[in-house]
T-cell receptor
């Protein structure tokens, strides 16, 4: 059982380049999330998808787009990367319901130069 | 906007010592989750607390939820090097969005 799988694990982009971060879960979870983690800032929610076919903005959505391709997959796209988007990105999933925990992937470390 | 404050930010102790870390909110928690994150990995859920005054134990870890549901603590007894990591509290909030505190970074040395 793989849980939440993120690709790639590392990426270096030049300013202005675009890329898509991939995320897939095999736990039949309804909800999926993208967070970014920066030193001293904790984990901040970028976008989430409460169920297949829906997406909503989180705390820091500017500069990002998402696609909930199906129940398993939730991708994050940077259309024109900026140095401020240098961060570690985590995808997570969970079952619907207040008390369910989140299962996180191991992260993508992105550097924009 | 809810603010979650964790203290202390950093804690370095020796093996065998006890410690407590805190999580405080500017508003009432919906339900509170504690996670531990090791370097190079994503956070892993330790516990969920829901009811004010609730106490949960996980081996050497004891989690308390304040009566007013605006604060929580995590106590570790006889810390071990394997306890090293970033401890995060989070409020599940509304609309299934988890809001995290900034974390307590714990280093346990031999």
């Amino acid at each position: 059982n793989a849980g939440v799988t993120q690709t790639p694990k590392f990426q270096v982009l030049k300013t202005g380049q675009s890329m898509t971060l991939q995320c897939a879960q095999d736990m039949n979870h309804n909800s999926m999330y993208w967070y970014r983690q920066d030193p001293g800032m904790g984990l901040r929610l970028i976008y989430y998808s409460a169920s297949e076919g829906t997406t909503d903005k989180g705390e820091v959505p500017n500069g990002y787009n998402v696609s909930r391709l199906n129940k398993r997959e939730f991708s994050l796209r940077l259309e024109s990367a900026a140095p401020s988007q240098t961060s570690v990105y985590f995808c997570a999933s969970r079952m619907t319901g207040r008390d369910y925990g989140y299962t996180f992937g191991s992260g993508t470390r992105l550097t924009v130069v | 906007t809810q603010l979650l404050e964790q203290s202390p930010q950093f804690l370095s102790i020796q093996e065998g010592e006890n410690l407590t870390v805190y999580c405080n909110s500017s508003s009432v928690f919906s339900s509170l989750q504690w996670y531990r994150q090791e370097p190079g990995e994503g956070p892993v859920l330790l516990v969920t607390v829901v009811t004010g005054g609730e106490v949960k134990k996980l081996k050497r870890l004891t989690f308390q939820f304040g009566d007013a549901r605006k604060d929580s603590s995590l106590h570790i007894t006889a810390a071990q090097p394997g306890d090293t990591g970033l401890y995060l509290c989070g409020d599940t909030g509304t609309a299934s969005k988890l809001t995290f505190g900034t974390g307590t970074r714990l280093q346990v040395t031999l």
